[in-house]
């Protein structure tokens, strides 16, 4: 049997196990948790279907997964009613498997696809009064749909920097990063993602791809992300979460990793204390080194002479250095880099959030940072 089956059936039939038991407790009591967690399970077998070519299991917990959705976001009442139709659903799709993974199965097939057929047409006709209050859908475009969760409007009031680590030996690349966008589309928006839709067309020859980089907005917890991208060869997850990150002391972690740096110097000594301030840390594991101003109203000229200098060394090693003036009393600090912008530009923050932002949105971050996550992920110390 092939590899990609061999996953796809044994994390389906875990995953109907947690459905049938989500829909036992859901029948002695309702639970928003177990609504939620039954929805995601449905979500993600619906993907994985899809990705190995099982389009009538796909398109049975589809119907599933949008009438949960309903129940969710409260345009149908969850009832028994429902609850009945996903353990009648969940108990044909496990049917279905079997069917596919046992060709000796004694189950009907026609009897399970007419089963399909009606379990499907009893969802549209829960959903169909949720379905006449949505608003007309805008014609298609051709935009792909990197683009399109790009340009949508930001939605939700959380946002997250997510590092999907895919493995070695996945088959198909394009597949999962297309369930993974998806999963984005089903959930939020994006604001940043490491690859466009240029890496899904046929003339895009660099397929190899193995860590795939994504801010994303969404009223998701972080907590629950992790259920929503459950999908084959997807290794390993990572999450920061940038808006707790606005509310406490800036830091972008990785495995434990700080990888966003922070000095605040005194009025004296600045250049000296950054210097040693420097040689504390261990560059391999810096992406940007900030230096917050606000207790500076002059730096002089000598001083930035030499600043220029260490930003040259640092960017040799890859580390990248910005400025953060975030008051009025630094407005002076800002007109001095400004000005010898034609010499030595530096990036110019209003506070440490928009510095991590900007510094993340670009391919040489993107490398550095799944750089630093793989040697800390597999053990390497350098």
């Given amino acids: 049997m092939d590899e990609m089956l061999q996953v796809y059936f044994e994390e389906t039939e875990e995953l109907i196990q947690k459905a049938e038991e989500c829909i036992i407790s859901l029948e002695m009591e309702y639970s928003p ?39 969710r976001n409260g345009s149908i009442t969850f009832d028994q009613s429902i609850v009945s139709i996903c353990f009648e659903g969940i108990d044909t799709v496990k049917k279905i498997l079997i069917s596919k993974r046992e060709p000796d199965f004694n189950e009907d097939i026609i009897q399970l696809v007419n089963s399909a057929s009606r379990i499907s047409e009893k969802v549209d006709s ?49 597949p999962i990063l297309m369930m993974i966008f998806n999963s984005v589309k089903d959930i939020g928006t994006l604001e940043y993602s490491s690859i466009s839709d240029e890496y899904f067309s046929s003339n895009f020859h660099d ?6 980089n994504i801010i994303i907005c969404t009223d998701v917890e972080e907590a629950d992300l992790n259920s929503y991208f ?34 605040k110097p005194d009025k004296d000594n600045f250049i000296n204390n950054f210097k ?38 640092l960017k040799s090693q890859e580390v990248g ?10 407005k002076r600090i ?33 490398f550095k940072i799944n750089k630093i996550a793989k040697e800390v992920y597999h053990g390497i110390h350098k």
Wanted: aromatic residues 10%; without cysteine; glycine residues 4%.
């Fill in 33 to 71: 948790t177990y609504v939620n967690e039954l929805f995601r399970i449905a979500h993600t077998i619906k993907g994985s279907s899809h990705m190995v070519g099982y389009e009538d299991i796909g398109n049975l917990m589809h119907k599933i997964e949008d009438m949960l959705d309903y129940a």
């Fill in 207 to 212: 397929k190899n791809i193995k860590i795939l």
């Fill in 126 to 174: 829960f959903i169909s009064v949720g379905k006449k209050e949505e608003k007309v859908a805008a014609p298609q475009s051709d935009t792909g749909i990197v683009s399109s969760l790009l340009n949508a409007k930001p939605k939700g009031k959380n946002k997250f920097y997510i590092s999907f680590f895919i493995e070695d030996d996945a088959p198909m690349i394009s």
């Fill in 276 to 313: 040693s301030y420097i040689e504390l840390i261990n560059l391999n594991s810096v992406l940007i080194i900030l230096i917050d101003t606000s207790e500076l109203t002059i730096i002089h000229e000598y001083e930035i002479k030499e600043l220029i200098q260490i930003k040259k060394q």
């Fill in 321 to 330: 250095m910005g400025i953060i003036v975030n008051s009025l009393k630094t």
């Fill in 230 to 263: 459950t999908i084959f060869y997807v290794e390993k997850i990572d999450i920061v979460d940038l808006i707790k990150n606005k509310q406490n002391d800036v830091s972008f972690n990785v495995n434990g990793r700080n990888l966003i740096r922070t000095f």
């Fill in 334 to 366: 800002y007109n001095i880099f400004e000005a010898i912008s034609f010499i030595e530009k530096f990036n110019i923050y209003e506070n440490q959030m928009d510095a991590m932002i900007n510094s993340i949105k670009n391919e040489e971050s993107s």
